[in-house]
C-alpha cells in the first residue's frame, strides 16, 4: 500500500535538517511537506532536496494535515512534526502496527517506559488531565492523545467528521476512532528535545481549544459507531 508522511511546518529548518536526512525513503511513498509563512530557509531547503511543498492556504495544525490530506492519494498516512520530536527510525514500528491490521496507531511519549524529553510540568499535566478525560467519556485506553506523531489508514479516517483546524487536531482524531469503533493502539517513543523553531502550543489557549473539542464530541454522541 502507498505510505504518505505529511510533516507541517513553520520556520523548522533545523529540524528538518537533522531529522528529514535520516528518514526511512525506502518505506515512504511521499513526503509532503505542509508549510505555514515559514521564513527561515524551511521552504527553499525543502524544495532543493526534493520534497514537495505544499503552502498552507489556512492557519492551524489540524488545516495543514487536512490540507495535506488533499495532495495525496496514499493508503496510509503519517503524521510527522519534523522538529526533532519524532524519531524517523521509529517510522518502520508504526507502519508494522498498522500491517497488524490497526487503522491508528500513536507513539505514545508514556507507554511501556517510554519517555518525553521535550515535556515540562503544564504539558505533563495537560497531556494526562485530556488523555484521562477523553478514556472516561469514550470508554478509551489511550495513555497520550496529544502527540503528534502517528499512522492512520485512509479508508479509516475517511469515515469520520474530523474538523478542528488547531492543535486539537489530535484529540478530536483520537476520540472519533474510538467512536467510529475502529481498532486503535500505541507503541512506546521516547520524545527527544526539540531542535530550534518555537513551540506553538500556548497552554491556556491550546487547553481550552482541546476542551471545546472534547465536549462537542462528546455532546455529539456515538454518532460514527454504525458507519
Known amino acids: 500500500m502507498k505510505v504518505a508522511l505529511i510533516a507541517p511546518t513553520i520556520n523548522e529548518i533545523d529540524g528538518l535538517r537533522a531529522v528529514f536526512p535520516k528518514l526511512p525513503k525506502e518505506l515512504l511513498d511521499e513526503i509532503i511537506v505542509v508549510d505555514l509563512n515559514s521564513t527561515d530557509g524551511t521552504v527553499e531547503y525543502c ?3 526534493g520534497y514537495k511543498v505544499h503552502r498552507q492556504q489556512s492557519r492551524g495544525y489540524g ?3 487536512l490540507e495535506g490530506l ?16 519524532s524519531p524517523p527510525d521509529r517510522i518502520a514500528d508504526l507502519l508494522a502496527k498498522i500491517s497488524e491490521g490497526y487503522d491508528l496507531v500513536i507513539g505514545s511519549r508514556y507507554r511501556d517506559g517510554a519517555k518525553s524529553y521535550d515535556d515540562d510540568m503544564i504539558t505533563h499535566f495537560g497531556n494526562w ?27 479509516a479516517h475517511n469515515r469520520l467528521g474530523l474538523s ?10 483520537s476520540i472519533q476512532f474510538v467512536k467510529a469503533g475502529l481498532k486503535v493502539t500505541e507503541i512506546g517513543v521516547d520524545e527527544p528535545a526539540r531542535i530550534g523553531g518555537v ?7 491550546t487547553g481550552l481549544e482541546i476542551l471545546r473539542v472534547i465536549i462537542k464530541e462528546f455532546l455529539a454522541g456515538k454518532k460514527f459507531a454504525d458507519v
Do not use: C
Open 47 to 49: 524544495k532543493e532536496h
Open 63 to 65: 488545516a495543514g494535515i
Open 70 to 85: 488533499a495532495q495525496t492519494d496514499a493508503d496510509i498516512i503519517i503524521e510527522f512534526p519534523p522538529d526533532g520530536s
Open 129 to 155: 488531565l485530556f488523555t484521562a478525560i477523553i478514556n472516561v467519556l469514550f470508554g478509551a485506553h489511550y495513555t497520550d492523545t496529544l502527540v503528534g506523531f502517528r499512522a492512520y489508514r485512509r479508508s
Open 164 to 173: 478542528t483546524r488547531g492543535l486539537s487536531w489530535t484529540a478530536q482524531q
Open 199 to 205: 513551540r506553538k502550543m500556548h497552554p491556556v489557549r
